[in-house]
């Protein structure tokens, strides 16, 4: 999962398009907005639980922890946009929390995202969206003190999985102690580093596994495993089978 491009820059928005989507937690700086084409999804943000059916899109504010999962097949959309491509929303909305971040969109409203140089019709869509949403209502949400570092550590782990990441040369780079950042990073997301990292690269193996035809030693390599048995493994324990069973589960069927 793309958590967030790594030269965003200033006004900048991307379309991206999934299926059967399943992210772990994570945060950005960055709104993070989820539109269900086909089946359902369920979301966590901001330590609140919702389902998003079909026709639905979710919101996820700057520095919000989220994750989705799918209790069925589904099709879905992801814009992920500056906060300054919509700054007003971000100034009334920075500090607070959306009291409902479910809204509706039309076919013709994801039509319009698909041409992001198109700006004014982009933020057209956006719009409309931010203004369902604000009339729904906010609630003071007091931004964590280290919201910002975590999402520092989201871009270094999305950068750098493949590499042998460490926490404790992580907390030197950084300028933190090693046991603040440890306990920063499990009240955020419930795991600790390490095994955060490995979910991570588990989840970039099973999308190499499904969109591509790559040997499965190469995918396991290229994600960031020593041994390919470490691979198998870690693997099974987290998919419930082996990377072959994997493959052959998501095959396109044959026409």
Same mark, same amino acid.
């Given at each position: ?95 607070? *929390?959306? !009291?409902?971040?479910? @809204?509706?969109?039309?076919?013709? /409203?994801? %039509? =319009? ?92 193996? *099973?999308? !190499?596994?499904?969109? @591509?035809?790559?040997?499965?030693? /190469?995918? %396991? =390599? ?34």
């Amino acid at each position: 999962m793309l958590f967030e491009e790594k030269h965003s820059g200033s006004n900048y928005f991307c379309l991206l398009h999934y299926e059967d989507f399943k992210c772990i937690r994570h945060c950005q700086k960055s709104f993070e907005m989820v539109f269900v084409e086909k089946g359902a999804l369920t979301a966590e943000i901001n330590g609140q639980t919702y389902t998003i059916p079909e026709g639905s899109c979710a919101t996820a504010l700057p520095f919000q922890v989220h994750s989705y999962g799918t209790p069925e097949n589904s099709v879905i959309s992801i814009a992920i946009f500056s906060a300054d491509f919509i700054p007003d929303f971000y100034e009334q909305t920075h500090g607070y *929390a959306l !009291l409902d971040p479910i @809204t509706g969109f039309t076919p013709e /409203e994801l %039509a =319009l995202l698909q041409d992001p140089a198109d700006h004014y019709a982009v933020k057209a869509v956006l719009y409309r969206h931010c203004s369902l949403l604000s009339r729904s209502g906010l609630v003071p949400s007091h931004r964590p003190a280290d919201a910002a570092l975590i999402s520092r550590i989201m871009s270094i782990i999305q950068e750098q999985y493949k590499s042998d990441l460490s926490l404790r040369t992580l907390a030197a780079e950084l300028g933190y102690s090693y046991n603040y950042l440890s306990s920063c990073f499990r009240r955020h997301f419930g795991v600790g580093f390490p095994e955060y990292v490995n979910m991570f690269r588990l989840e970039e193996t *099973a999308r !190499l596994i499904r969109d @591509t035809r790559l040997p499965l030693t /190469e995918i %396991a =390599l290229q994600s960031g495993f020593s041994t390919i048995r470490n691979f198998n493994m870690t693997f099974r324990r987290r998919w419930g089978m082996t990377p072959s069973e994997y493959r052959h589960r998501e095959a396109p069927a044959a026409p």
